[in-house]
């Protein structure tokens, strides 16, 4: 009907689409969270945009893990004000974890701050900035998801409203189509003394597989080859799925049983998972490194520390002993299993020789890649009141000599690829660098290569040539 299109390009005219950016300071939860709120938006006719002087809303989608978070926050804010006071509609919003913990005291604090919403409310977003400034005073949601009490059931509540298709096609902002994240469990139950994630997003709750399946495969029809199913322990998905009477059937855990199903979907070339919590991590679990290829050679295992006592004092529930053990699982399956870990350093009353015996760990466990904190103290946590706190240069130091001696076993790790043949599944093409691409191995690890035309998303056969500590460098085959 022609007038109603002409009424629509007047309308197009008038009112320019508005536009969302958001900041996505997280982990991978974090990350999928980020374009859970693109797609939320979309629905209310926000496009996304990575410019942030372009943007009608702009969320900071915040991280508490480590200390000065806040602090973060208000100066990222302080800059924000400085837009706002150019661009007097400009909404500001504050998301994740941060928000949680802090958000209402920084809207107190705060007034050019709009809204604030929590990770396990994200949903309420579209509301509280369409009501802003009109309608309602309210403009905060905090608290986590709600638990569920008629479980299990095939009805079960979705945690989400929008559908699979709608994330799928959301914004990509921050990370690529070809690989995608995909959560699988929210929030976590196990309280590691040194951990704030209990606080920001409450008790572990699972998704329904079926869910899960139908998210997947609306990825798949929108590009993806690889997934990674997401949660803060993975292991344990679906333990709260069960009727108390149920039992697990021949060691398959529902996570297991999530696993196959995923990978079994036509399209997907690979099937990563994060994090796993080596308490929970199985002997079957890793048989499914055998059974399913999909699920390559690489897992990250966080391991925290290579002293017994001091993994006791975090509460992670398994001795350096359980953890080589598992490490020895992988590795016969595939002896050149790439593992990566977390650790910490100057956790409270941290020794020289527990110290040491996280280095020995290094040297023994001979890790692909590390991530190394120093021990910062949350607030509500167990561990930031126990005494025999460390003195922040001890931890420096300690990062410093620990970071020093991963650093040699990853650039060992990567000489040691130089001439073999690896496939590749190329993610990106490089932002500025004309038909420079970079993909991941089945080991993880990341590969710059130079192709004539575009083979994004494409499994591509390469020789590694070069290698560095951060990445290789391989020629098609
Ligand atoms: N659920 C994951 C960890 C999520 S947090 C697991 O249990 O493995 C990611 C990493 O941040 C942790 O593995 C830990 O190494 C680090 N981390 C968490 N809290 C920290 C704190 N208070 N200080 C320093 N590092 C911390
Ligand atoms: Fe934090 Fe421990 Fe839960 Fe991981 S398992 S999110 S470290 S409490
Ligand atoms: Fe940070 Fe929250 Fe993830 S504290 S690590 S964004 S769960």
Redesign the pocket.
């Given at each position: 009907m022609p007038n109603s299109t002409l009424s629509d390009n007047e309308n197009k005219q008038t009112h320019p689409p508005k536009k969302i950016h958001v900041e996505t300071w997280g982990?991978q939860m974090n990350s999928a969270d980020s374009e859970r709120i693109y797609a939320l938006m979309a629905q209310k006719g926000y496009q996304p945009t990575l410019a942030t002087e372009d943007a009608d809303l702009i969320v900071l989608n915040t991280c508490n893990?480590?200390?000065k978070a806040r602090h973060k926050v208000v100066s990222r804010l302080g800059l924000l004000r400085d837009m706002k006071s150019l661009k007097p509609g400009l909404k500001i919003a504050l998301a994740g974890c941060v928000a949680q913990a802090e958000g209402k005291s920084l809207l107190k604090e705060l007034p050019y701050l709009d809204v604030v919403v929590g990770p396990g409310t994200i949903d309420d977003l579209p509301k509280l900035i369409t009501e802003h400034g009109e309608k309602s005073n309210v403009n905060f949601s905090l608290g986590f998801q709600k638990m569920r009490r008629d479980l299990p059931t095939p009805n079960v509540k979705e945690i989400r409203t929008v559908s699979s298709e709608e994330v799928a096609t959301a914004s990509l902002a921050d990370k690529n189509e070809v690989s995608r994240y995909l959560n699988i469990n929210q929030g976590?139950n196990?309280f590691?003394t040194?951990?704030?994630?209990p606080f920001t997003r409450g008790p572990e709750i699972s998704r329904h597989p079926d869910d899960i399946a139908a998210d997947a495969e609306a990825l798949i029809r929108q590009g993806a080859k690889e997934i990674t199913l997401l949660?803060?322990?993975v292991n344990s998905y679906g333990l709260d799925l069960m009727r108390p009477e149920e039992t697990i059937e021949g060691e398959h855990t529902p996570f297991i049983d999530l696993l196959l199903k995923i990978a079994a979907l036509d399209g997907l070339e690979r099937l990563r998972f994060t994090?796993?919590?080596?308490h929970d991590f199985t002997y079957p679990l890793a048989q499914v490194f055998k059974l399913e290829p999909k699920l390559g050679r690489y897992i990250?295992?966080?391991v925290?520390s290579g002293s017994d006592s001091m993994l006791e004092a975090m509460h992670?529930k398994t001795t350096v002993e359980e953890y080589f053990q598992r490490l020895s699982w992988l590795r016969e399956i595939h002896p050149d299993m790439a593992i990566s870990s977390?650790?910490?350093v100057g956790?409270p009353g941290e020794s020289d020789q527990d110290f040491d015996d996280t280095l020995s760990l290094l040297k023994k466990a001979r890790f692909s890649f590390v991530?190394?904190?120093?021990?910062?103290?949350?607030k509500g946590?167990a561990?930031?009141r126990f005494k025999q706190q460390i003195d922040e240069s001890i931890k420096t130091q300690r990062l410093a000599e620990l970071n020093k001696i991963q650093d040699q076993i990853t650039l060992e790790h990567n000489l040691g690829e130089i001439g073999e043949e690896r496939e590749v599944l190329v993610l990106y093409k490089h932002k500025k660098e004309e038909n420079t691409y970079y993909g991941r191995t089945l080991h993880n690890r990341l590969v710059k290569i130079h192709a004539e035309k575009n083979i994004v998303g494409r499994l591509m056969p390469v020789c590694i040539r070069e290698a560095s500590k951060i990445a290789l460098v391989g020629t098609l085959l």
């Open positions: 982990c893990i480590r200390e976590c196990n590691c040194f951990c704030v994630v949660g803060q322990n994090t796993s919590n080596p990250h295992l966080p925290q992670r977390d650790l910490i956790f991530f190394a904190f120093k021990y910062s103290p949350r946590t561990a930031s």
